[in-house]
């Protein structure tokens, strides 16, 4: 284990212990309950067509126990009957297990948690399969086709290409698992040089860092994955998939800069100009305004070579040409003038207040410096800060100008729409 490097205002201790795992604490003394993050390269983006979805499944079968909890069951007992409360997720790029804990039962929970992690058992094959074979079926439409809008925005902005993978992969792939493709994938992917452990609480940070140390001594060195970038796109890209409901879900995506762009920084506050809370463009004019919509929203995705930056809204079929047309010109608008002043200096308040709240939330803390460190990107609060605050109106204007393109553009609509509205909007979407 390398020499622990300590970190202020907040104790923070990180290392680097010998098999390559990193490890960081965060003592947080005013709080009343401790969390432990594991953050891992898997996902999606690291699959192929045929075991599309084997991460999220091996997710789910993580839960079905081990040596000395033999059951599902009996695993979410012995944190439940220890006041934890274990949580998982798998996303396009990356996995996270993260377990909440009172502080007096923190050690022994690690050392659950350790054994999930570690030595997983994998009963119950066909009843977690059954389980996430109606997760799938929540995504389809009685023809069996996908009407998940995420899904299917992500495909057609990358199409061909593991970005563009159902993270649940299909009914399918799912079909084909096996126990010993399963240990096949967690020997590959559940290893210390892919994978970041976060801690935040109130704790020793150093004796929680020699405990994790302990725990997690047995997980192989390995190497971390690595993936092919997806082809540019120099197009506009429009789909609409007919689906029988009460609304169109419209989305507008742009592909967008990845993790290390310069440009990422610039990108994130025009994320908070258009959607931080009700007074931003996008709920202003749609919202506000217009009445179009109960709601719109804006996200954006960086993955480590390209992004993924969408803007979402539900209404009325008869409603999704004006709903289009008007985020056509919120976004026009930026890309012409940029922000105002006002906006950016309120985007950057918001940015920082928000962090500055972690400080109370030791799950957002941990979840924070696991990402920062999985991905090596603004690895301390501070030095996200520094870097948006850094960005200058004319910085974002410019990112503004890139991003919202007619040929990084992706047009998508499901819903009960006619021919001719069909034509209508995909015209409008030319034009942008």
């Known amino acids: 284990m390398t020499a622990a490097r300590i970190h202020a205002p907040l104790a923070r201790v990180e290392a680097k212990l010998s098999n390559g795992l990193r490890v960081s604490a965060v003592r947080m003394p005013h709080v009343r309950r401790s969390v432990i993050d594991i953050h891992t390269r898997i996902g999606s983006r690291f699959e192929n067509r045929t075991d599309n979805g084997i991460s999220h499944f091996l997710e789910h079968m993580l839960h079905r126990?081990?040596?000395?909890?033999?059951?599902?069951?009996?695993?979410?007992?012995?944190?439940?009957?220890?006041?934890?409360?274990?949580?998982?997720?798998?996303?396009?790029?990356?996995?996270?297990?993260?377990?909440?804990?009172?502080?007096?039962?923190?050690?022994?929970?690690?050392?659950?948690?350790?054994?999930?992690?570690?030595?997983?058992?994998?009963?119950?094959?066909?009843?977690?399969?059954?389980?996430?074979?109606?997760?799938?079926?929540?995504?389809?439409?009685?023809?069996?086709?996908?009407?998940?809008?995420?899904?299917?925005?992500?495909?057609?902005?990358?199409?061909?290409?593991?970005?563009?993978?159902?993270?649940?992969?299909?009914?399918?792939?799912?079909?084909?698992?096996?126990?010993?493709?399963?240990?096949?994938?967690?020997?590959?992917?559940?290893?210390?040089?892919?994978?970041?452990?976060?801690?935040?609480?109130?704790?020793?940070?150093?004796?929680?860092?020699?405990?994790?140390?302990?725990?997690?001594?047995?997980?192989?060195?390995?190497?971390?994955?690595?993936?092919?970038?997806?082809?540019?796109?120099?197009?506009?890209?429009?789909?609409?998939?007919?689906?029988?409901?009460?609304?169109?879900?419209?989305?507008?995506?742009?592909?967008?800069?990845?993790?290390?762009?310069?440009?990422?920084?610039?990108?994130?506050?025009?994320?908070?100009?258009?959607?931080?809370?009700?007074?931003?463009?996008?709920?202003?004019?749609?919202?506000?305004?217009?009445?179009?919509?109960?709601?719109?929203?804006?996200?954006?995705?960086?993955f480590c070579d390209v992004g993924l930056f969408d803007v979402a809204a539900d209404a009325a079929p008869e409603r999704a040409e004006e709903v289009l047309r008007e985020i056509f010109s919120v976004l026009h608008a930026l890309r012409e003038e940029g922000p105002s002043q006002s906006e950016l200096d309120k985007a950057k308040k918001r940015f920082n207040w928000q962090l500055s709240e972690q400080d109370d939330d030791p799950a957002a803390l941990s979840s924070f410096y696991g990402l920062g460190e999985l991905t090596g990107i603004a690895r301390t609060p501070d030095e996200r800060r520094q870097l948006l605050e850094s960005k200058s109106r004319e910085e974002v204007r410019r990112a503004a100008a890139r991003l919202f393109s007619s040929e990084a553009l992706n047009v998508l609509v499901v819903g009960p729409l006619g021919a001719k509205v069909r034509d209508r909007l995909e015209r409008a979407s030319r034009a942008f």
């Open 65 to 302: 126990g081990t040596a000395r909890y033999p059951s599902a069951h009996a695993l979410a007992l012995a944190f439940e009957a220890r006041g934890g409360a274990l949580s998982a997720m798998t996303y396009v790029d990356h996995g996270a297990l993260s377990l909440s804990a009172p502080p007096e039962n923190l050690s022994e929970l690690i050392s659950i948690l350790s054994e999930v992690l570690l030595a997983p058992i994998f009963t119950g094959l066909d009843v977690e399969r059954g389980i996430v074979r109606e997760e799938i079926l929540e995504s389809l439409d009685e023809d069996g086709r996908s009407i998940d809008a995420d899904h299917l925005l992500r495909q057609l902005a990358f199409p061909d290409h593991p970005l563009g993978y159902p993270i649940t992969g299909s009914l399918q792939t799912l079909d084909s698992f096996d126990i010993p493709l399963l240990r096949e994938h967690h020997a590959a992917r559940y290893i210390a040089e892919g994978s970041v452990v976060t801690l935040a609480g109130p704790f020793d940070p150093e004796a929680q860092i020699a405990e994790v140390a302990a725990a997690f001594s047995a997980l192989p060195h390995g190497r971390e994955p690595t993936a092919a970038p997806p082809a540019p796109q120099s197009e506009l890209r429009f789909s609409h998939v007919k689906y029988t409901g009460s609304q169109a879900a419209v989305r507008v995506g742009f592909r967008a800069p990845g993790e290390r762009d310069p440009d990422e920084p610039a990108t994130e506050l025009l994320l908070r100009v258009l959607d931080d809370g009700m007074a931003t463009r996008l709920y202003e004019r749609l919202c506000d305004e217009m009445g179009l919509c109960y709601d719109v929203s804006a996200s954006y995705e960086a």
